[in-house]
């Protein structure tokens, strides 16, 4: 009975050990390489991958499908990027339903947890420590209401369901309700204006989008009755790029665009090796790439 016993143990290892891949992954390349642009072997290269153990791999799962991913700081509780593909030929002006419900991400919190993204109730969202829930944008601050600001927006995305999946509080920042419609008008917009009047229709279009933290700036938070001062960061900086083929001659373009998240909002829009050199200082000397090594013009 002992040896069975035994056996059966050694049995249920092995089963756990050949679970399928979860959501919070070791690594980009081999869970979800479809949403990183590729080298010339055809593999994946996503931006930097910082690796401080409060960064994590999200490749993002809803609805038995990933549409994008996400490097997710679990100490700040916000997005550092989201990667995801655009295909002009697929996109879409359907109109989308209003009021989908915030999602969080259950891995972050117990890795025995399932893959997909999933809305809690408001008693199970309080045990979440390693990210945001959906109180601590709803509460109001000195009069001043945070919006969940989407870093992968909705309005990018080519399907409802992909649409859907954009609604996770991993995937989004605080941001001042202004500040918010400002990003979606000047950057956002004409970002995709220039994307489908430049790039080639029958290629993706590999696009990432992230935020900078500002380590001065906080929304305090509540778990279990305790109070957290430092819980919730607001960036200091949105910022997006896209690669592509070109439509006239299939070179590669590209562009970049950064914003300080201040009233009125003033983006800049630059090449992406400028980006990468700004994020280098603005992420204290850390050697950033949002095309990884792949030189952009």
Request: charged share 25%; glycine share 2%.
């Amino acid at each position: 009975h002992l040896l069975l016993l035994h056996l059966l143990l050694l049995l249920f290892l092995l089963l756990l050990l050949l679970l399928p891949l979860c959501e919070v992954v070791d690594s980009f390349k081999k869970t979800c390489p479809q949403f990183f642009i590729k080298d010339k072997n055809n593999q994946a290269v996503p931006p930097t991958v910082l690796t401080s153990n409060e960064y994590k791999q999200i490749c993002q799962f809803y609805e038995e499908k990933y549409w994008f991913a996400t490097l997710y700081d679990t100490k700040r509780r916000i997005p550092v990027y989201s990667a995801y593909t655009y295909n002009i030929i697929e996109s879409t002006d359907q109109p989308f339903r209003q009021g989908v419900n915030w999602k969080i991400e259950p891995q972050l919190d117990d890795k025995l947890a399932d893959r997909e993204m999933k809305q809690l109730k408001p008693e199970k969202e309080e045990r979440l420590w390693n990210q945001a829930q959906n109180k601590d944008y709803t509460e109001t601050r000195q009069n001043q209401t945070y919006t969940r600001g989407h870093v992968f927006p909705q309005s990018y995305a080519q399907s409802n369901l992909q649409k859907e999946s954009t609604f996770t509080l991993t995937n989004a920042a605080p941001q001042i309700k202004e500040i918010n419609t400002d990003w979606a008008n000047k950057v956002e917009i004409p970002m995709l204006k220039k994307i489908k009047e430049s790039c080639d229709q029958n290629s993706l279009v590999y696009i990432v989008t992230g935020v900078v933290p500002d380590d001065n700036k906080w929304l305090k938070i509540h778990r279990n009755k305790i109070t957290i001062n430092e819980g919730l960061n607001i960036p200091r900086y949105f910022w997006s790029a896209y690669s592509c083929k070109r439509k006239k001659d299939n070179n590669i373009e590209s562009n970049a665009y950064i914003a300080e998240q201040i009233i009125p909002l003033s983006a800049e829009n630059l090449t992406v090796n400028a980006l990468n050199q700004k994020l280098r200082i603005l992420y204290k000397g850390k050697k950033f790439s949002v095309y990884g090594k792949i030189t952009h013009k």
